[in-house]
């Protein structure tokens, strides 16, 4: 219909007739991108067939400072990720297309739909990511095991995977049903060593404005990072936790994390939860403001925001503020364990009686092995 539309548009053009064309409401075919950064016609915008590998070849192909550009509302089928590898000041810009993955689900591989390897200064905006994790009903971690081609628990089709780099962006976009996290950042040797290379660990990540819905791990995990921004973002049905920022090993780093502005709900096991305190000043200055949870834990009465969660571990956490956040909460609203420095204050906690078992009903706060940690005007 819109070929005949713009076939009718160029004979009246050439009698010298002036057109404007009004939107038809229809679905329109996608407008191709122009400039040296448009994304080639020859690779195919209609979900027709794989297209991960031209897209890697061709983005990584571009020389850096280049602004990548997707046709307007394009889809592209990938059976594996698109990765961009050690690129520099490169933007890439969806331009509102989609990208749906049908990559086994095995828990064996990494296969986000999209991998940002080592890079400077990447940015990936405006675009829908889309996974193959389907299952409905009851959230669970075994059923999710169960799902996998393997029966392995762990997933790591995320939908945006940060590995190493410096000043990343994920910006404005929808991230669904994808198995494993919405996004992550991870240590690149994790993929493609050695340890210690410069970009190895993920810094100033900034994700901006995304929303989640349906992850079959959480919807966002930062991992390990040196600088995160998490900013006026949505976690919608975590089918583990909403926001997880987890150490592998204690010798790793998570500092300077900063998780504001954002909504959280339906999340299965936690809200948020920073469990591992790495050695010395490993872990330090997280920063929880303004944000809103709608929601309590799925299955059990766990905590909604929890900061240390291993009475046993001898390490700290150092410098975390938690303020200005609301939440709904049927056990312990907000709990720092083995933190050293910070504050809990105005935070808004509507207790919500569900008869827990455990943890009991207790105070909404609950702050131990802890020092120099101040609460005020939490409460209803």
Known sequence: MKRAVLAAVALLAAAGVAVVLLGSGGEDE????????????????????????ELSRFIN?????????????????????I???????????????????????????????????RGRGVRL????????????????????????????????NMGVGVYGGDDIHVTDMTIEHVFGDGVTTAVAQYLDGPAGQPLDIPRNVHVERVKVTK????????????????????????WYGGFDAELDDPKQKL???????????DFNMFGLVIPVAGNGSN???????????????????????????????PNTIKNVVVEGNSMKAHGVGIAFDHVEGGSIRDNRIEYEDRN?????KTPLLRVTNSTGVTTQDNGG
């Open 30 to 53: 996608p407008v191709p991108a122009r400039g040296p950064g448009a994304v080639p016609a020859s690779i195919a915008s209609d979900c027709s067939k794989n297209v991960e590998a």
């Open 61 to 81: 192909g571009v020389a850096d400072g280049t602004t990548v550009r997707f046709p307007r509302g394009g889809c592209y089928a990938q059976g594996n990720r």
């Open 83 to 117: 990765e961009v590898r050690d690129k520099r000041d490169l933007t890439i810009d969806g331009n509102g297309s989609s990208f749906r993955s049908s990559a086994p689900n095995s828990g064996l591989a990494v296969k986000p739909n999209w991998l940002l390897l």
């Open 125 to 156: 905006t405006d675009m829908k990511i889309v996974g193959n994790f389907h299952l409905e009903g009851e959230r669970s971690q075994k059923r999710v095991g169960e799902a996998t081609v393997s029966g392995v628990g762990n997933q790591f």
């Open 215 to 238: 992850a079959a791990r959480h919807c966002f995990s930062p991992n390990q990072a040196v600088g995160f921004w998490l900013e006026d973002s949505e976690a919608k049905d975590c």
């Open 255 to 265: 500092q300077d994390i900063h998780v504001l502005r954002n909504t959280f709900s």
């Open 283 to 313: 872990t330090k200055d997280i920063e929880i403001r303004d944000n809103r949870f709608l929601t309590v834990p799925g299955p059990v009465c766990n905590t909604i925001i929890e900061v240390g969660i291993y009475p046993t571990n």
């Open 356 to 360: 827990c078992q455990y943890p009991r």
